[in-house]
C-alpha cells in the first residue's frame, strides 16, 4: 500500500510538471517564417511578476516552466512586442515586423510621454536604430546626416550647429532635460556628448522659448538616455575602430531588485589627429583627443512616483602641436587644452492621479576649461609651460512641470516654473567673478474641437524676471488640423527671448594675433518665428508611405555677432556687437516609405538667410538661398538578422559673414562670402550573432573622400581661423568597425 502511494505521487508529480510546461512558437507575421532569439516572459496576472523566462530556438520554440493563465510577453529585435494573457500550454504568437519609421511617443515638448502624432509642434526622433547604423559616437556624428542641420568644425572650440540658419548660440542642447552648459564661441561642442548610453534625440525645430527659455529661439535637442526595467543584470561592452586614428572602447552594467534600480556606463574615446596636407608631420588639421567619460544612475519606485538621481563625469584633452620654429626647427610652441564636465541631476516625476502628472528637475552643472601654452625642445622633448588660463562655469537649474491630461475632455493644461542661476569665474572674465539669475513661470492650454478632436489649439506664454535684462512677456500658439483623413496640417508662432551669455558680457582674451573683448553693453535678443507643415501618412498594400512639407520664418532682432574693430593689420581686435537684424526662411519636404526589410527617405531643403547690419556689411542686402539633398536607404535581411544602409547629403554652397582688412581706409570691414557645397556618403552593414547578444557593424564613411572646402573668404568667420580659403569640413575616406556584447542575466 505504501509503495503504491508514492508510485500514485511520483505519477501525480510528473504529471504536473508536465502540465505546467508551455509552449510558444513564434513566426513573423509577413513570411510566415519561425523567429529565434525571441525573448519569452510569463507573468502573474496582475502581480507583474517573472514566473519563467526562455528564449526561442531555430524553429521559434520556446518552453516556459509556467502553468496557464498568465500573461506572455513576447520581444524580439526589429519586432514589435507582443503582451497578451493566455490560457493554454500552446501558444502560437505571430509578431509585426517594426516599421522604420520613427519612435512613437515623445517627451521633450510635454515631460509626458506622448504619442508623436499628438504634438501640435513638429517633432523629429532619431533612434537608437539609426544612431546604431550610422555609427555615431557622439552628437556631431549622427546630426550630420539631417536636414536644416549643419555642423561647422572648429580644430579648437569642436563642433558647433547651425538649424533654420540660425547659429548655435540659439539652440538649447539638452540630455533628459537638464541644459548642456560651456559655450565657446556661442556653440556647445557636439562632440564632446557622447552617445553610449542614449536611447534617442528628440528635435523640436523652430523656438521654444516657452517652455525652455533663453537660448532656445532656434529649436532645441534633447537626448534622452536608456532606462531599463527590468528585473534581472544588463550591460554591454562596446568598442570601436576607425582607420583615421579613432580608438574607443565603452561599456554599461545595470542591476533592479524590486524598486531599485542602479546603472553604472563608462568609457575612453581616443583619436590620433588627422591632416592631409602637412609636411612635417607635426601640425594636423584635426587636433588629437583623448576623452574620458563615465556616469552612475539610480532610482527608486514610490508608489506611483519614481525618483532618480544622475551623476555624469567628462574629461576630454585636446593636444595642438605647432610647426618647428625656423631657423634651426628644433623647438616649437604647443598648447594643450583640457575640459572638465560635472553634472548633477536629481528628479521626481510620477502620477497623482489618472490625469494629474508632477514633473521636477533639479541640477547642478560644472564645466571648466584649461589652456595651457609651452615651450618643447624638440631635441630633449622638455616642455616649458609658459602661461595657463582657467575658465569656469556654473548652472543650478530647477525646472517643474505640472500636467492635466484627460482624454476624455476637450481641456488639458500644463503649468510650470524654472530657475536658472548661472556664475562664470576665472582670469578672462571681467573683475574675476559674473553672475547672472533668470526666473521663469510659464503655462500651455490645450484645447481640443471639433469631432475627436481633429482641430487642437494651444496657447502658451511665458513671464520672466532677469537680473540683468527687462524681458517680454513670451507668447507662442501652436495649432494641428486633421484636415481629413491621414492628413495632418500644422501651425504655429513663437516670440523668443535670449540674454547674453556671460562670456558674451564679460570675457576677455587677449593674444599675439587678435583679442577677443566681451560688451556689458549687449541688448538681449529678440525673435518672431513662424512654422508650418503638412503631413500625409497612407499605406498602400504592405507599403507604408509618408510625405512631410514644411515651411518657416526666423526674424532676430539684435542678434549678438562677434564684429573686428581694429585697426592694425597685424593684430585683430573682435568684440560682441548686436547687429540690427538677422532672418532666415526656408522648407523642407521629405517622402518615405516602409516596405517590412526595406525603407527609404527622399529629402529636400532650400535654406535662405538675410544679415542686416546696416553700413557695417560691404553686400547687397538681400536673401542668399543654399539647398540640401538627403537619401536615406535601409534593407533588413530578417532571416540573417542582419541590415544594409545607405546616408547621403548634399550640402549647397552656404553664406558666411567674415572680417576683412581694407587696405584703403586702414578699418576691418564686415563681408559676406560662400562656403562651397559638397557631398558625403556613409554605407553601413549590421550583423546580430549568438541570439542578438552579439552585434558587428562595418562601416565606409566619406566614401567622397572630401576633407576641405574652398570659399570666397580671405579668412574663415570664427576668430581661430587659419585665414586659408580652404576650409576643413572632414577628415577624408576611412572604414570603420564596431563589435557590441550584450550582458543579460538573470538575478
Known amino acids: 500500500m505504501k509503495k503504491k502511494s508514492i508510485f500514485t505521487f511520483v505519477l501525480?508529480?510528473?504529471?504536473?510538471?508536465?502540465?505546467?510546461?508551455?509552449?510558444?512558437?513564434?513566426?513573423?507575421?509577413?513570411?510566415?517564417?519561425?523567429?529565434?532569439?525571441?525573448?519569452?516572459?510569463?507573468?502573474?496576472?496582475?502581480?507583474?511578476?517573472?514566473?519563467?523566462?526562455?528564449?526561442?530556438?531555430?524553429?521559434?520554440?520556446?518552453?516556459?516552466?509556467?502553468?496557464?493563465p498568465f500573461v506572455l510577453v513576447v520581444s524580439c529585435p526589429g519586432y514589435k512586442v507582443f503582451i497578451d494573457t493566455v490560457n493554454s500550454s500552446q501558444v502560437s504568437v505571430e509578431l509585426e515586423f517594426l516599421s522604420l519609421q520613427l519612435d512613437e511617443f515623445v517627451v521633450t515638448s510635454s515631460a509626458v510621454p506622448t504619442k508623436i502624432e499628438d504634438h501640435a509642434q513638429t517633432v523629429k526622433v532619431i533612434s537608437a536604430e539609426r544612431i546604431k547604423a550610422q555609427g555615431a559616437n557622439n552628437l556631431s556624428d549622427v546630426l550630420q546626416n539631417d536636414l536644416n542641420i549643419r555642423i561647422s568644425q572648429d580644430n579648437i572650440l569642436g563642433a558647433g550647429i547651425q538649424m533654420q540658419g540660425v547659429g548655435g548660440e540659439n539652440v538649447k542642447i539638452m540630455v533628459n532635460g537638464v541644459p548642456v552648459i560651456g559655450r565657446l564661441n556661442g556653440n556647445i561642442d557636439l562632440s564632446q556628448i557622447n552617445l553610449n548610453?542614449?536611447?534617442?534625440?528628440?528635435?523640436?525645430?523652430?523656438?521654444?522659448?516657452?517652455?525652455?527659455?533663453?537660448?532656445?529661439?532656434?529649436?532645441?535637442?534633447?537626448?534622452?538616455?536608456?532606462?531599463?526595467?527590468?528585473?534581472?543584470?544588463?550591460?554591454?561592452?562596446?568598442?570601436?575602430?576607425?582607420t583615421v586614428g579613432n580608438y574607443n572602447i565603452d561599456g554599461d552594467l545595470g542591476f533592479q531588485k524590486g524598486r531599485h534600480l542602479i546603472q553604472v556606463s563608462g568609457g575612453r574615446y581616443f583619436f590620433d589627429g588627422f591632416s592631409n596636407s602637412d609636411s612635417t608631420g607635426r601640425y594636423q588639421s584635426w587636433r588629437?583627443?583623448?576623452?574620458?567619460?563615465?556616469?552612475?544612475?539610480?532610482?527608486?519606485?514610490?508608489?506611483?512616483?519614481?525618483?532618480?538621481?544622475?551623476?555624469?563625469?567628462?574629461?576630454?584633452?585636446?593636444?595642438?602641436?605647432?610647426?618647428?620654429?625656423?631657423?634651426?626647427?628644433?623647438?616649437?610652441?604647443?598648447?594643450?587644452?583640457?575640459?572638465?564636465r560635472i553634472d548633477n541631476s536629481l528628479?521626481?516625476?510620477?502620477?497623482?492621479?489618472?490625469?494629474?502628472?508632477?514633473?521636477?528637475?533639479?541640477?547642478?552643472?560644472?564645466?571648466?576649461?584649461e589652456s595651457v601654452n609651452l615651450y618643447k625642445d624638440l631635441v630633449t622633448l622638455n616642455e616649458t609651460p609658459l602661461d595657463t588660463n582657467l575658465e569656469e562655469f556654473q548652472l543650478l537649474m530647477s525646472r517643474g512641470i505640472y500636467n492635466y491630461i484627460n482624454p476624455n475632455t476637450s481641456i488639458n493644461f500644463q503649468l510650470g516654473y524654472e530657475v536658472n542661476l548661472d556664475k562664470a569665474n576665472g582670469l578672462r572674465i571681467e573683475n574675476g567673478l559674473q553672475q547672472m539669475e533668470d526666473y521663469a513661470l510659464f503655462g500651455n492650454l490645450s484645447l481640443g474641437l471639433l469631432k475627436d478632436k481633429k482641430l487642437l489649439l494651444q496657447p502658451g506664454v511665458r513671464l520672466i524676471s532677469n537680473s540683468a535684462y527687462s524681458a517680454p512677456i513670451t507668447p507662442s500658439f501652436n495649432l494641428k488640423w486633421n484636415a481629413i483623413k491621414n492628413v495632418t496640417l500644422r501651425g504655429s508662432y513663437a516670440r523668443g527671448f535670449?540674454?547674453?551669455?556671460?562670456?558674451?558680457?564679460?570675457?576677455?582674451?587677449?593674444?599675439?594675433?587678435?583679442?577677443?573683448?566681451?560688451?556689458?553693453?549687449?541688448?538681449?535678443?529678440?525673435?518672431?518665428s513662424f512654422n508650418g507643415s503638412i503631413q500625409l501618412k497612407n499605406k498602400f498594400k504592405l507599403v507604408d508611405l509618408g510625405f512631410n512639407i514644411s515651411g518657416f520664418y526666423n526674424k532676430i532682432d539684435n542678434q549678438i555677432r562677434s564684429v573686428a574693430t581694429s585697426l592694425s593689420v597685424d593684430s585683430v581686435l573682435y568684440r560682441n556687437e548686436n547687429i540690427e537684424q538677422f532672418?532666415?526662411?526656408?522648407?523642407?519636404?521629405?517622402?518615405?516609405?516602409?516596405?517590412?526589410?526595406?525603407?527609404?527617405?527622399?529629402?529636400?531643403?532650400?535654406?535662405?538667410?538675410?544679415?542686416?547690419?546696416?553700413?557695417?556689411?560691404?553686400?547687397?542686402?538681400?536673401?542668399?538661398?543654399?539647398?540640401?539633398?538627403?537619401?536615406?536607404?535601409?534593407?533588413?535581411?530578417?532571416?540573417?538578422?542582419?541590415?544594409?544602409?545607405?546616408?547621403f547629403k548634399q550640402f549647397g554652397d552656404q553664406p558666411i559673414l567674415f572680417s576683412q582688412f581694407d587696405q584703403e581706409t586702414q578699418t576691418h570691414v564686415i563681408e559676406q562670402g560662400i562656403i562651397g557645397g559638397y557631398g558625403r556618403l556613409d554605407l553601413s552593414y549590421n550583423q546580430s550573432l549568438l541570439g542578438n547578444k552579439l552585434n558587428i557593424s562595418l562601416f565606409a564613411k566619406n566614401l567622397l573622400n572630401i576633407s576641405n572646402?574652398?570659399?570666397?573668404?580671405?579668412?574663415?568667420?570664427?576668430?581661430?581661423?587659419?585665414?586659408?580659403?580652404?576650409?576643413?569640413?572632414?577628415?577624408?575616406r576611412t572604414f570603420a568597425v564596431s563589435v557590441k556584447y550584450q550582458i543579460e542575466s538573470k538575478k
Open 288 to 340: 588629437p583627443k583623448e576623452q574620458v567619460f563615465g556616469a552612475v544612475n539610480y532610482g527608486v519606485g514610490l508608489g506611483r512616483f519614481h525618483l532618480s538621481y544622475n551623476g555624469k563625469g567628462f574629461r576630454e584633452i585636446i593636444q595642438s602641436k605647432g610647426t618647428p620654429e625656423a631657423p634651426f626647427y628644433i623647438s616649437a610652441f604647443d598648447s594643450y587644452f583640457t575640459t572638465y
Open 347 to 369: 528628479r521626481f516625476n510620477g502620477y497623482i492621479n489618472n490625469n494629474h502628472h508632477l514633473d521636477i528637475v533639479a541640477s547642478a552643472n560644472l564645466y571648466q576649461r
Open 197 to 242: 548610453q542614449v536611447e534617442k534625440i528628440e528635435i523640436i525645430e523652430g523656438p521654444s522659448s516657452v517652455n525652455y527659455g533663453t537660448n532656445a529661439l532656434g529649436g532645441v535637442i534633447n537626448l534622452i538616455t536608456k532606462n531599463r526595467q527590468q528585473k534581472q543584470i544588463t550591460g554591454s561592452l562596446n568598442s570601436f575602430y576607425e
Open 12 to 68: 501525480l508529480w510528473a504529471a504536473n510538471v508536465l502540465v505546467a510546461q508551455t509552449v510558444v512558437s513564434i513566426t513573423d507575421k509577413g513570411v510566415k517564417k519561425p523567429i529565434s532569439g525571441g525573448y519569452v516572459v510569463a507573468q502573474n496576472i496582475g502581480q507583474n511578476k517573472v514566473i519563467s523566462t526562455s528564449i526561442s530556438g531555430k524553429q521559434g520554440l520556446a518552453t516556459l516552466s509556467a502553468k496557464p
Open 583 to 647: 532672418t532666415s526662411k526656408g522648407f523642407r519636404t521629405e517622402f518615405k516609405t516602409n516596405h517590412k526589410r526595406f525603407a527609404t527617405t527622399l529629402g529636400y531643403s532650400y535654406t535662405g538667410i538675410l544679415n542686416d547690419l546696416g553700413a557695417a556689411l560691404r553686400a547687397e542686402n538681400k536673401f542668399i538661398f543654399y539647398p540640401e539633398y538627403q537619401v536615406n536607404l535601409t534593407y533588413k535581411f530578417i532571416d540573417f538578422k542582419s541590415s544594409f544602409n545607405v546616408f
Open 709 to 732: 572646402v574652398q570659399q570666397t573668404a580671405g579668412i574663415t568667420s570664427g576668430v581661430h581661423s587659419s585665414g586659408s580659403s580652404s576650409l576643413p569640413v572632414m577628415w577624408g
Open 498 to 528: 535670449r540674454a547674453p551669455s556671460l562670456k558674451e558680457l564679460y570675457f576677455i582674451f587677449v593674444d599675439v594675433n587678435h583679442n577677443v573683448f566681451g560688451n556689458p553693453n549687449l541688448l538681449a535678443e529678440t525673435s518672431n
